[in-house]
């Protein structure tokens, strides 16, 4: 069974730093991409930023020049280095991983911006 574990939420002030890591229980390799996403309370979830086997890289234009996602293929881990963070409240940063007609998703991990 193929699992995606997220980590590196919690608790930051607007302007702040976190960096979200995604493992994966398999070769990042086997992955056609990887993203992360998130959802606020009430609301659609929404792509952040993805990474494909070719390294090309997609990012929303929302957070564009602000979150970077990169992988360490050693570790089999995405991480999405988000800075400058400006949008308050909560949201739930997921992990997921393509590899051909099936996705996979992770539980994710919990992102809240508070002053």
């Known amino acids: 069974q193929v699992q995606l574990v997220e980590s590196g939420g919690g608790l930051v002030q607007p302007g702040g730093s976190l960096r979200l890591s995604c493992a994966t229980s398999?070769?990042?390799?086997?992955?056609?991409?990887m993203g992360w996403y998130r959802q606020a309370p009430g609301k659609e979830r929404e792509l952040v930023a993805r990474t494909t086997i070719g390294g090309k890289t997609f990012y929303a234009g929302s957070v564009e020049g602000r979150f970077i996602i990169s992988r360490d293929n050693a570790k089999n881990t995405v991480y999405l280095q988000m800075n400058s963070l400006k949008r308050e409240g909560t949201d739930v940063y997921c992990c997921?991983?393509?590899?051909?007609?099936?996705?996979?998703w992770g539980q994710g991990t919990q992102v809240t911006l508070s002053s």
């Open positions: 398999r070769s990042i390799f086997s992955f056609n991409s």
């Open positions: 997921s991983g393509g590899a051909g007609p099936r996705k996979y």
